[in-house]
């Protein structure tokens, strides 16, 4: 019995303690201030947290006592996409949020519970992003969510391990990719860095990318997969998983064992955007100092093409208040002022649809970046942003098949094609 | 006397009642949920369609959904007989009280508070085909020929991922011990009077006592192998080539996909396996246990 | 004759030792392997994490350290996490353990049942249930708040626990509840008197397993609270977790202060629940 009491009292301590605590929040919101909540996952070690915050601090300095923005942290993205995707399914839209657009996200516009903000950026504010971008962000005529993040992804090879094999320049087709890839093997290098893992198998998926633009062309994504420049370019991918072409382990990594090889000086190719900079500036000053970028070689009849396109748009709840709807255009308009984008720009590493000016001092990769952007024959964006997030997740695995040799080339295409008509 | 009864009656109700109110809240409800969404076209935020049990033969005629329920039966036997059979094991060992079994149940419990993403990071280095330790570790006894890319390839990755998984004995270790440990001592000390040995008492005393705990570890083990997801989301997320896939992450990806009605099919078919293996392991296993204790 | 079988039980004494230790060393190499290796990840780059994850750092990085406890609020997060997880084990504890009484001693209509449909819930992919439970909190008005997650946790452990909790009652004699009641112990008292205190295995086993449980959890903590006041300590922890890149080594730095408490309290308690334990044994 003296157990009984003695666990009723803690109980009963311990709900008093956590009922004390429920109350803590909220108590300093003032009279007639209008809150926004907005997770993100731009916080913690993201390379986009500093910046962030310091507009978020500013933004609240200059409305305060009328607007105040408010960060929910939500490091983990994939944490992130599923708390959105349940609080959309419940009806409950955050008041801001962000989210990659791709045909699996687009499918929240079919509901009115997310803000539209055709209108908005029919007027001048629509003049700040740079082309296509608002078309991008629109389905059946409707804009409800602002483009913000872009990407451009070239490829990334180191010129000291390049030097060391005796290869002058980077390969323009695939002949010369073969002596190149062989040169390196000889130099005892591993030509590229590969990964089926991950819920995308992104260095693999973006090879992937890179050869079928290079096959079909700008308007790629817009050909059936039965089109047979995609059993091409899955032949081009099951070469970078032959005689060596890649690590050992690239069958079921992920994108640290990927990008980890790379910057340890282990291989001689790698894909990756903008954001990775940071990274590898940290990490391995000497792979960053070596990095150059390049397009693809020739596959088919495009070639000089980047890949690029929207990375984050930001969304916001839809509300009958027309003074909370003022509030949430006040602050996405905030956010893409191009004097603010640029300096999350210089400040992160990353690129947006936004038309801005990077300053002299950025960094040179950085600026790399920007020059083969401009330069390329024309961007297309990636597989993974051209099909629902089921499709891209059987990718990886029908990719681990076809390197295994339990998969031709054809049988890869034809697990996607039987994905995508599901 | 009536009076006497109302009252059980009275308080019966009452000690039901928490349970009763919370499980509904938490299982019935959301359970409902899952089987009515699992006859439904349906992506979260448009209008739902009916399609009667078309994700159920859907599911069932996906090739990754088969090599998913192949796995979970297989987690469900290694789990619910070889794991079980290692704790009771270790549990009988230490329960005689060698020299550290203080130290010794602490540590093999660690496991369990340890974060489960420090330690799949932990597995994931150590399987790594490139810098892992188990191959470094074979090439340096010349056997190169044995190394693998053990979560990569489709013949070692299931058993690596089982193996990570199965000796991790701590909880059930901690609770058959526990049940070991509540035997009375006179017990041993007649069989040892009889001349009975260690393995001897082992057997004929230790395991017909704990039997009815082994039968709940079984059941639950049971549980979580159908159930099982986070070590192989951590390790493969299901790869290569849905080798490793179980029915959980079948069900993350569809979620995540916004194909609400095939993974909550995957939750109902789950919910039915499970009744049928629970009700299988009861009405033989437990059945035996009821029948000796009966007789005692 | 007897020398022989004498000889024979000294050699299969002399095998079972050896094994014995055998089996008790390779557990211990198995278990103990990640608690070592994390701390010593703990004080490395993550460019070494990747590349040498076997040996040991190049220059110690004390920064992690710094990291793990200026990024991710964590002193907050703990107290958070030890108030969820002894909360929801002592209200699961309360509420199975009657339950489990109900059904494990007395006789009613729909018993069988209604306990099947209980234990059922043990089977229940949690994973599935996001857009159920989320809807539940809200419509409770406790999003966000701690009560929430204890309550959440709680209901989730329900099937577990009751499970474990009638699986130890229905062990108890009957003849000591009957003598019981012959001295005129009413309901309540053959309860707290007789089947609880008995049942000390059985809330040992559950509410280790509930308190791991609620230890432990993420998706729902990150599902149902959203200010740094009502999280939990795994939440803090994915703080080093972000969109292209996870700082493995400052998160294993983080996960290394959070278990020296863990385990300070696990051995303290552990030590007490299993004296009470053999102590309290039936005795015959």
Redesign the interface.
């Given at each position: 019995m003296r157990r009984v009491i003695s666990t009723l009292i803690v109980l009963v301590l311990a709900l008093v303690m956590t009922t004390s605590l429920m109350a803590t929040g909220g108590s300093e919101m003032a009279e007639g201030e209008i809150t926004l909540d907005f997770p993100t996952f731009w916080v913690g070690q993201d390379s986009k947290s500093g910046p962030i915050a310091s507009l978020l601090e500013t933004f609240n300095a200059m409305h305060e006592g009328e607007i105040r923005v408010l960060i929910e942290p939500n490091p983990s993205t994939d944490g992130y996409r599923d708390k959105l995707n349940t609080q959309l399914a419940s009806g409950r839209a955050p008041d801001l949020f962000v989210f990659a657009p791709d045909p699996t996200t687009f499918q929240y516009y079919e509901t009115d519970i997310l803000m539209d903000f055709t209108d908005d950026l029919a007027g001048s504010w629509g003049d700040v992003f740079s082309g296509g971008q608002i078309a991008g962000a629109t389905r059946n005529g409707r804009t409800k969510s602002v483009p913000y993040e872009v990407s451009i992804i070239p490829i990334w090879y180191n010129s000291d391990l390049f030097d060391q094999a005796g290869i002058d320049s980077f390969p323009v087709d695939l002949a010369e990719f073969q002596v190149a890839a062989t040169a390196l093997k000889d130099a005892g290098i591993v030509p590229t860095s590969q990964m089926t893992g991950g819920s995308n198998a992104w260095t693999s998926m973006l090879w992937f990318s890179h050869a079928a633009a290079s096959l079909g062309g700008p308007g790629v994504w817009d050909l059936p997969l039965s089109d047979p420049i995609f059993t091409q370019a899955a032949e081009v991918l099951r070469s970078m998983y032959l005689d060596g072409n890649t690590t050992r382990d690239a069958v079921g990594g992920d994108a640290g064992v990927s990008g980890g090889h790379y910057m340890a000086g282990d291989t001689a190719m790698f894909i990756n955007g903008p954001w990775y900079i940071g990274r590898i500036r940290g990490d391995a000053p000497e792979v960053h100092a070596a990095t150059m970028l390049a397009s693809i070689p020739q596959v088919g009849e495009y070639s000089g093409h980047q890949l690029g396109g929207p990375l984050s748009n930001l969304g916001a709840a839809n509300t009958t208040s027309a003074a909370r709807r003022d509030a949430v255009v006040t602050w996405m308009q905030f956010m893409t002022e191009p004097a603010n984008v640029r300096m999350m720009s210089e400040s992160s590493g990353a690129l947006f649809g936004i038309k801005y000016e990077l300053g002299a001092d950025a960094d040179p990769l950085q600026q790399e970046f920007v020059r083969v952007a401009s330069e390329a024959s024309f961007l297309v964006d990636h597989f993974a942003s051209a099909y629902t997030v089921d499709v891209v997740a059987e990718f990886g695995q029908a990719l681990a098949e076809m390197a295994l040799g339990e998969f031709t080339p054809q049988e890869f295409i034809q697990a996607l094609i039987d994905k995508d008509n599901e | 006397m009536i009076v006497r009864s109302g009252q059980r009656w009275l308080w019966l109700v009452l000690f039901l009642a928490p349970a009763m109110v919370l499980f509904t809240m938490y299982f019935v409800y959301p359970l409902g949920f899952v089987f009515v969404t699992s006859t439904l076209e349906w992506n979260g935020v448009s209008a739902a369609k009916f399609v009667g049990l078309q994700n159920y033969i859907d599911n069932f005629g996906s090739r990754s959904f088969q090599f998913s329920i192949r796995n979970n039966f297989i987690w469900l036997g290694s789990l619910a007989v070889v794991q079980i059979a290692l704790a009771a094991l270790v549990a009988m060992i230490l329960a005689r009280q060698p020299r550290g079994w203080r130290f010794l149940r602490t540590v093999y419990f660690l496991p369990n508070v340890i974060s489960q993403v420090a330690i799949a990071m932990m597995w994931a280095a150590l399987y790594n085909a490139e810098y892992g330790a188990i191959n470094q570790f074979l090439e340096l006894l010349g056997l190169e020929h044995l190394t693998h890319n053990w979560l990569g390839e489709i013949g070692t990755a299931l058993p690596s991922i089982l193996i990570q998984q199965v000796f991790y004995i701590g909880y059930f270790m901690i609770i058959i011990m526990a049940s070991t440990m509540s035997i009375p001592e006179s017990y041993y000390q007649a069989a040892q009077i009889d001349g009975a040995n260690v393995l001897q008492q082992e057997l004929y005393i230790t395991l017909p006592m704990i039997r009815s705990i082994l039968v709940t570890s079984m059941t639950l083990a049971a549980a979580y192998g159908l159930r099982h997801f986070e070590a192989t989301f951590l390790l493969t997320d299901g790869g290569p080539a849905h080798r490793t896939s179980v029915l959980g992450i079948q069900l993350y990806k569809m979620t995540s996909a916004l194909d609400y009605g095939h993974a909550n099919a995957v939750g109902g078919t789950l919910v039915v396996l499970g009744l049928i293996v629970i009700t299988l392991i009861r009405s033989t296993l437990g059945r035996r246990v009821a029948a000796d204790e009966a007789k005692q | 004759m007897q020398a022989v079988a004498a000889q024979r039980?000294t050699f299969?004494?002399g095998t079972?030792r050896v094994g014995?230790w055998i089996?008790?060393i390779f557990?211990?190499i198995?278990?103990?392997?990640?608690?070592i290796?994390?701390l010593i990840?703990s004080f490395k780059?993550?460019?070494e994490?990747?590349?040498?994850?076997?040996g040991l750092p190049a220059i110690w990085q004390f920064q992690n350290y710094v990291n793990a406890v200026q990024?991710?609020s964590l002193p907050r997060l703990f107290l958070?996490s030890v108030?969820v997880s002894?909360?929801s084990t002592?209200?699961t504890?309360?509420?199975?353990s009657?339950?489990a009484?109900?059904f494990a001693r007395?006789k009613?209509p729909l018993q069988q049942p209604?306990l099947n449909?209980?234990?059922?819930?043990?089977?229940?992919?949690?994973?599935?249930?996001?857009?159920?439970?989320?809807?539940?909190v809200?419509s409770l008005g406790l999003y966000?708040?701690?009560?929430a997650l204890?309550?959440?946790y709680?209901?989730?452990n329900?099937?577990?626990s009751?499970?474990?909790m009638h699986?130890f009652m229905?062990?108890i004699p009957a003849e000591l509840e009957e003598a019981a009641e012959i001295d005129g112990a009413?309901?309540?008292q053959r309860?707290?008197?007789v089947v609880?205190?008995l049942s000390r295995?059985g809330l040992?086993?559950a509410g280790?397993?509930v308190f791991?449980f609620s230890?432990?959890e993420?998706?729902y903590a990150?599902?149902l609270t959203?200010?740094t006041?009502?999280r939990t300590l795994?939440l803090g922890?994915?703080?080093?977790?972000?969109?292209?890149?996870?700082?493995?080594t400052?998160?294993?730095a983080a996960?290394v202060l959070t278990?020296i408490p863990?385990?300070a309290v696990?051995?303290f308690l552990?030590?007490k629940i299993?004296k009470g334990?053999?102590s309290g044994?039936?005795?015959?």
């Open positions: - | - | 039980l299969a004494g079972a014995k089996v008790l557990f211990f198995f278990t103990f392997l990640p608690l290796w994390l990840s780059t993550n460019l994490l990747q590349t040498n994850a076997f990024i991710s958070n108030i002894v909360c002592f209200l504890l309360a509420v199975t009657m339950a009484f109900v007395e009613f209604l449909l209980i234990l059922a819930g043990v089977l229940v992919p949690i994973i599935g249930l996001m857009a159920p439970y989320f809807r539940l809200n966000d708040s701690l009560v204890i309550l959440t709680t209901g989730i329900l099937p577990i009751t499970f474990l699986g229905k062990t009413s309901f309540v309860f707290t008197k609880f205190p295995v040992v086993t280790t397993f791991l230890w432990n993420f998706i990150l599902l959203s200010r006041a009502s795994q922890i994915r703080f080093f977790v972000s969109q292209f890149f996870t700082d493995y400052s998160m294993f996960i278990i863990s385990i696990y051995v552990h030590e299993i334990l053999t044994a039936l005795k015959g």
